[in-house]
C-alpha cells in the first residue's frame, strides 16, 4: 500500500509542474508522510531536460513547505494543548513526539525551526510545536521559508546529479528516495553537527555569563 502511495505522489509531483511541486511540498510539511526525496529531485531531474526552471522548481518548493508548516502553526494556535494531548495520536502526533519537538524548539527558538527544515522527522513537525509555544507568526514564516528553500536547493542538487547518473531511478520512486537519503547523508551530518556546535556555543555563553 505504502509503494502504491508513493508512486500516486510521485505522479502528482511529476504530472503537475509548479502548483504539484507546491501542493506535494505543502502536504509533506504536515502529518502526510510524504518524503521529499520523491518530489523535488525528478522536478529538478525534469527542469534540467528544459520542461521547468530550475528555480522555479526550489522556489514553488520551499512556498509549498511554508505553507503547509504555516497550517500546521494556525491548528495548533487555535485548537490549544489540551486538544493535541487528547486526539494528536490519532493523527500522528503521540505526546511524546510532540514532547520531542517542544523540547528542540524550547532549546533553539528561531534557529531551532530553521535547523528542523533541514532534518528528517522533525522538518514535518516543526509547525505544531511553533504553534503551541505562540512563536511570533512573521519570523516563524520568515525562518520557515528561508530554511525550506534551502533544503529544496538541496534536494534540486542531488536529484539532478544522482538522477544524471542513474536515470532509471527515476521509473522507481521508493529506491530513488533510499537512495537519495544515502547520498545525502554527510549533509545530514554536518547539519546536525551545526547544531551540536551552536547548542554548545549557547551553553559556554550560559556559563561564562553565570561565572
Known amino acids: 500500500?505504502?509503494?502504491?502511495?508513493?508512486?500516486?505522489?510521485?505522479?502528482?509531483?511529476?504530472?503537475?509542474?509548479?502548483?504539484?511541486?507546491?501542493?506535494?511540498?505543502?502536504?509533506?510539511?504536515?502529518?502526510?508522510?510524504?518524503?521529499?526525496?520523491?518530489?523535488?529531485p525528478p522536478a529538478a531531474f525534469w527542469a534540467s531536460q528544459g520542461h521547468m526552471n530550475i528555480w522555479g522548481v526550489i522556489l514553488a518548493g520551499g512556498a509549498g513547505s511554508t505553507f503547509g508548516s504555516t497550517a500546521t502553526y494556525g491548528f495548533t494556535y487555535w485548537v490549544g494543548r489540551a486538544f493535541v494531548q487528547r486526539w494528536g495520536r490519532y493523527f500522528l502526533l503521540p505526546p511524546e513526539r510532540m514532547a520531542l519537538a517542544e523540547a528542540w524548539l524550547t532549546q533553539f527558538a528561531l534557529g531551532g525551526v530553521f535547523f528542523a527544515r533541514l532534518l528528517p522527522v522533525v522538518?514535518?513537525?516543526?509547525?505544531?510545536?511553533?504553534?503551541?509555544?505562540?512563536?511570533?507568526?512573521?519570523?516563524?514564516?520568515?525562518?520557515?521559508?528561508?530554511?525550506?528553500?534551502?533544503?529544496?536547493?538541496?534536494l534540486a542538487f542531488f536529484g539532478q546529479k544522482t538522477l544524471g547518473k542513474h536515470p532509471k531511478l527515476i521509473e522507481d520512486p521508493e529506491q530513488m528516495a533510499h537512495v537519495l537519503k544515502a547520498e545525502m547523508g554527510w549533509f545530514v551530518a554536518l547539519v546536525v553537527a551545526l547544531g551540536a556546535g551552536w547548542l554548545f556555543v549557547r551553553w559556554f555563553q550560559g556559563r561564562a555569563k553565570t561565572a
Open 1 to 40: 500500500m505504502l509503494h502504491e502511495m508513493m508512486q500516486t505522489w510521485f505522479e502528482w509531483s511529476r504530472d503537475g509542474g509548479y502548483a504539484g511541486v507546491f501542493f506535494m511540498m505543502a502536504l509533506e510539511s504536515t502529518i502526510v508522510p510524504i518524503p521529499s526525496e520523491i518530489v523535488i
Open 123 to 154: 522538518r514535518h513537525l516543526i509547525g505544531f510545536p511553533a504553534g503551541l509555544l505562540r512563536f511570533p507568526l512573521l519570523p516563524f514564516v520568515g525562518v520557515t521559508f528561508v530554511g525550506s528553500t534551502l533544503w529544496c536547493a538541496v
